[in-house]
């Protein structure tokens, strides 16, 4: 019975690339850079709005943010919620079943790796400022 219920839930597979988009902290106008020149911030606003999108198009955002496609083709918020939910109290550890929705990959390995990348850019604008700095410092007493 429950797995009927499950299987009747519609995945909305526009609204699935947006959140996997805006978990790795992607804009709109990102994306539609790295997909190519025939992609705006509107397109993919658009292509956000659609139920079902072609497997060819999933498979280039697929490796544009490097998500499997079936998290876009198969990942449902109300199902993910009830499984949290009903699997997780204080300390537990969930065990995949065949019902459960398995992941091929950590979101907390996206989120470290989004991390490093900050602290490595925030740390070369601040070498940059030093740079600057220096070079200012040079410029005022040469005068």
């Given at each position: 019975?429950?797995?009927?219920?499950?299987?009747?839930?519609?995945?909305?597979?526009?609204?699935?690339?947006?959140?996997?988009?805006?978990?790795?902290?992607?804009?709109?106008?990102?994306?539609?850079?790295?997909?190519?020149?025939?992609?705006?911030?509107?397109?993919?606003?658009?292509?956000?709005?659609?139920?079902?999108?072609?497997?060819?198009?999933?498979?280039?955002?697929?490796?544009?943010?490097?998500?499997?496609?079936?998290?876009?083709q198969h990942f449902n918020e109300?199902?993910?919620?009830?499984?949290?939910?009903?699997?997780?109290?204080?300390?537990?550890?969930?065990?995949?079943?065949?019902?459960?929705?398995?992941?091929?990959?950590?979101?907390?390995?996206?989120?470290?790796?989004?991390?490093?990348?900050?602290?490595?850019?925030?740390?070369?604008?601040?070498?940059?400022?030093?740079?600057?700095?220096?070079?200012?410092?040079?410029?005022?007493?040469?005068?």
């Open positions: 019975m429950q797995h009927t219920e499950t299987s009747n839930l519609k995945i909305h597979q526009g609204r699935n690339v947006k959140r996997f988009r805006e978990m790795l902290g992607i804009k709109q106008e990102s994306l539609a850079y790295d997909l190519g020149d025939e992609w705006s911030q509107k397109k993919i606003s658009q292509l956000e709005q659609k139920e079902i999108i072609e497997t060819s198009l999933l498979q280039q955002i697929s490796e544009v943010l490097n998500i499997p496609v079936e998290a876009f109300e199902q993910a919620i009830n499984i949290i939910s009903n699997t997780f109290n204080e300390g537990a550890i969930a065990n995949a079943t065949a019902d459960n929705i398995q992941c091929t990959f950590n979101p907390i390995d996206k989120i470290v790796i989004l991390y490093d990348e900050k602290i490595a850019l925030y740390e070369r604008m601040l070498k940059e400022k030093d740079e600057m700095m220096a070079r200012l410092e040079k410029l005022i007493e040469g005068k």
